[in-house]
């Protein structure tokens, strides 16, 4: 029974597992070490700085003229401070800016144990030219944050970079699940997606503004070319259900169809002249730091789950998919 149970748990679960090893060959393959920057970096360095030197010492923070550098100094100097060390300054600028720094600091008599840096900073060529300055720089100590073993798959903003890259494919990929489940197969769904995609476009060009068009006239386009879409779509299911014709053939065959209708729309010419919104739509951040299309994506996923596993119409797509003869005696 045990034995019949965790069949069953594998087969359903094959897909989730092969993505998972999938992404763990990955994740070992692309495992390297990173330099963690921002306020993270910050509080790393100022950990290793105090490792070292628990007492305290002088410190000059060098770092670039970025946000993420920023907030690195800030989270460094607010951490070693509150630990008894002296920040002596904080350079925010080029090369040439933290030599000036350096140079002010020897004028001024101070004395400097360490600059702390980010990685990129700490290749500078300021750094080797310490001793010409002076003898109170020949033991300055130039530190950096400890580096991290982290996989570059997994990092947030290259899983970020691959869901936005799939996001027509993946939503694609939903009602194409809904057809394959019920016995069948499309051909023509690529196609029909230039078909939507230069429809919209064109419609938007010629007959809504351009980039001045209004959201409603946005939508409208949107829904047109969705419409046209759907006609497409339905003369596949007439052809199958009605016809019998198979439906390798009747998609095969609308794929050619809508290659051909989405050239004769474009008119073989590149169609960007469209409003903001539609840049949004894929762009924009309604969630901070997810951009919408995946946010859409995810949705969708929720959607179709919910549609298969929770509804008639899913429990009868899994029927006639499993045995259509059988799905027909049952009703």
Not at 141 to 158: D, G, I, K
Request: charged letters at 10%.
């Amino acid at each position: 029974m045990k034995h019949g149970l965790w069949q069953a748990a594998w087969r359903e679960h094959t897909t989730i597992l092969a993505l998972l090893l999938a992404c763990a060959v990955l994740s070992l393959l692309t495992l390297s070490p990173h330099q963690p920057g921002g306020a993270a970096g910050g509080r790393r360095l100022a950990a290793a700085l105090l490792e070292e030197e628990p007492s305290g010492a002088a410190v000059l923070i060098v770092v670039r003229p970025t946000q993420d550098d920023a907030a690195f100094a800030a989270a460094l100097r607010q951490t070693l401070e509150a630990s008894g060390w002296r920040v002596v300054g904080v350079v925010q600028g080029q090369p040439r800016d933290a030599r000036q720094a350096l140079l002010d600091a020897i004028a001024r008599g101070e004395a400097i144990q360490f600059v702390a840096c980010p990685a990129a900073v700490a290749a500078w060529g300021v750094w080797h030219d310490l001793q010409a300055m002076g003898p109170p720089l020949n033991k300055l100590q130039v530190r950096v944050p400890p580096p991290s073993w982290w996989p570059t798959f997994l990092q947030l903003e290259n899983l970020l970079n691959i869901a936005n890259q799939i996001v027509i494919i993946a939503v694609i990929a939903i009602g194409m699940t809904l057809v394959i489940i019920g016995g069948g197969i499309d051909l023509s769904v690529g196609s029909l997606v230039a078909v939507a995609a230069v429809l919209t476009a064109r419609l938007l060009r010629d007959l809504a503004g351009g980039v001045e068009a209004s959201l409603a006239a946005t939508c409208l386009s949107c829904g047109l070319a969705v419409a046209a879409c759907t006609l497409l779509g339905a003369i596949n299911g007439l052809l199958v259900a009605w016809l019998r014709i198979p439906p390798f053939l009747v998609t095969l065959g609308m794929m050619s169809i809508g290659s051909g209708v989405a050239f004769m729309v474009s008119r073989g010419e590149t169609i960007s002249a469209v409003p903001a919104a539609i840049r949004w739509l894929m762009q924009g951040q309604l969630v901070p730091g997810l951009p919408n299309g995946v946010l859409g994506m995810l949705l969708l996923y929720g959607l179709g789950h919910l549609l298969l596993t929770r509804t008639v119409l899913g429990r009868h797509l899994y029927a006639v998919g499993g045995n259509r003869q059988a799905a027909w005696l049952c009703g």
